[in-house]
């Protein structure tokens, strides 16, 4: 397995993919992280893509990544150390301005001991950018590594400064401070740093001393008040002391409205606390406190209706409804509960009770276009398309520029097979809004259904052009690629749409023509392993192998898949 990856990224290598190789070599890696051969393999490779590409970003974020790698495996072989200076010198001709690649060279010389050459490389990072806290520790070491204490002591304040939450930089500056016999000082800044305060106040907290952990998370919040995690671990423990009002003001300063609403809720306020989870959008912790809250008052037609809405929210359709009857019980004018009641019924799919909704809201409101639509689109779900076009034509009297019941107006003329009128309603979609995907789309499943390929064709490109990412645009123009036996391009579709199945069937057609193309087969099977067909998958790549047995790359997919 180790040597499959390996020998799948020097043939990738061969072929210029850059990106895949580096994956390989990336899985290699991870299987044996101190191979020295892939390392070597590694460092050839990263050294040729920067000669071709000096300045590509992914290529200076890949030898950033293989730095890290490095120094983190503790590797004995130095030379790959040395080797990654090289390439980071190679990379830095090209970049002199990098922050980054300067301090993986600082890191990388002091691992080799250069310590003085790599205070050279973390000034060219701080002259870039000097609020980098991490930078600033690493020159601290090196520093210290060099007994010059006292400028390391600078470097340490430096990066507690910008961040004081570094425990390595607070044990590394009183290091320092003990090395140069400064013992009081030492002492003394035991008492300033917030983690040793925070440390000791988990201690005591876990030994349930809470009011002398109080006062450590309190003591560390002085010397860091932007600490937001010792906030709310303060607020933590003076919830479970029951000082509620200082928890609730502990977490407003964390920002935590979650946790404040559970104070609030303990409290019994509530309404306050629904809000607090509102912000947060915290619906199951809605649910359960509307719950607490109808146990005092179970005639509360805005605690039902905050339940309801909630449910909804988590897609509880039916309960949702139960608590939308509550609301109607205690509260018959609240015509909104009609509404959100029919969208329940819809998404449960029972468009016939969903209408019946509506019809009561309409008796509200006659003028809300939206419910008109929506019991358009009820109706049309239950294929009444004469009376969904009645719906649709209320809201364009309503709104001639609903841009929404011209393309549903569209869809159920085209199901009454009025193939030229919906034409028309989705021209008119378009003229209001000409960025509207879906009219664009539904223009060209029209033209599809006339055979009219190449035009639809067109449409969906224009779809796809305002909603790169309209998966089903992506299949039908795929479908129209594929009744117009251009299969290659209908592949291409389906690999946008995710549409695997279709894409082995373009295989298999192709394949009927051509049936020793080993490169149609190798994709077959390479579509088959993405739906995890892999005994289908290893009998396409055996075919591949009969007509080109000498194809590293399917030997080792096969071999990687002959392993599930």
């Known amino acids: 397995m180790k040597d499959a990856w390996k020998r799948i990224a020097d043939h990738y290598e061969k072929l210029g993919q850059y990106k895949i190789a580096i994956k390989c070599y990336d899985k290699a890696l ?64 090209s970049n002199p301005k990098d922050p980054v690649i300067w301090e993986k060279k600082g890191d990388l010389l002091c691992k080799l001991g250069k310590f003085q050459k790599a205070l050279e490389c973390y000034d060219r ?24 204490y ?9 990066a507690l400064d910008i961040n004081p939450q570094d425990a390595t930089a607070w044990n590394k500056k009183k290091s320092s401070l003990v090395k140069l016999k400064k013992y009081q000082e030492a002492i003394k800044l035991n008492l300033q740093n917030p983690v040793a305060w ?173 419910v008109w639509n929506s019991q358009g689109l009820s109706l049309f779900k239950r294929r009444r398309y004469e009376e969904a076009i ?30 030229q009128e919906a034409i028309e309603c989705y021209d008119k979609a378009l003229e209001f809004d000409p960025n509207h995907p879906m009219a664009w789309k539904n223009k060209g499943d029209f033209l599809a259904k006339l055979g009219r390929h190449q035009e639809a064709i067109e449409y969906y490109d224009k779809a796809l052009k305002f909603n790169p990412t309209f998966k089903i645009a992506w299949k039908h123009k795929g479908n ?13 579709c389906y690999k946008k749409a995710g549409q695997y199945e279709e894409i082995i069937k373009c295989y298999s057609t192709l394949l009927e023509s051509n049936p020793k193309d080993a490169v149609t087969w190798k994709s077959k099977g390479n579509a088959l392993s993405k739906i995890g067909k892999f005994q289908e998958a290893i009998e396409c790549y055996d075919k591949a192998l009969e007509s080109n047995p000498l194809d590293p790359v399917t030997w080792n997919i096969r071999e990687i898949l002959s392993m599930y």
């Open 150 to 158: 006292q400028k390391a002591i600078e470097c340490f304040d430096k």
């Open 390 to 419: 009645e719906c649709y034509d209320k809201v364009l009297e309503l709104d001639s520029k609903y841009v929404f019941a011209w393309y549903n107006k569209g869809d159920s003329l085209f199901k009454l097979g009025k193939y």
């Open 125 to 148: 990072a701080l002259d870039v950018n000097p609020k980098d806290a991490v930078v600033w520790k690493n020159k601290g070491d090196s520093l210290f590594q060099l007994r010059n």
């Open 198 to 370: 925070k440390k000791k106040g988990h201690s005591l907290y876990i030994q349930r001393k809470y009011q002398e952990a109080v006062e450590c998370y309190t003591k560390a919040l002085k010397f860091d008040p932007k600490d937001l995690n010792a906030w709310k671990i303060k607020a933590d423990i003076l919830y479970l002391q029951g000082k509620y009002q200082g928890a609730i003001e502990c977490y407003e300063k964390a920002l935590e409205w979650g946790k404040e609403g559970d104070t609030l809720c303990e409290l019994g306020k509530y309404q306050q606390a629904i809000e607090c989870y509102e912000k947060r959008r915290e619906y199951q912790k809605i649910v359960s406190c509307c719950n607490k809250a109808l146990k005092m008052n179970l005639k509360d037609a805005s605690i039902w209706r905050k339940k309801g809405n909630s449910l909804f929210r988590l897609r509880k359709y039916q309960e949702a409804i139960e608590c939308y009857d509550k609301v109607l019980e205690f509260d018959p004018n609240y015509s909104k509960a009609w509404k959100i009641k029919g969208d329940s019924l819809c998404a449960l799919k029972k468009f016939k009770d969903a209408v019946k909704c509506y019809i009561k809201f309409l008796e509200f409101d006659p003028k809300d276009t939206e």
């Open 480 to 492: 129209a690629f594929y009744s117009s036996k251009n299969y290659n391009e209908a592949i291409i």
């Open 30 to 93: 991870q299987s044996n992280p101190k191979n020295s051969i892939v390392w070597k393999d590694l460092m050839k490779f990263c050294e040729n893509a920067l000669e071709k590409n000096p300045k590509d970003p992914v290529v200076l974020k890949d030898l950033v990544k293989f730095c890290d790698k490095a120094l983190r495996s503790n590797l004995k072989k130095l030379f790959v150390w040395k080797d990654l200076v090289d390439l980071c010198d190679k990379a830095l001709k």
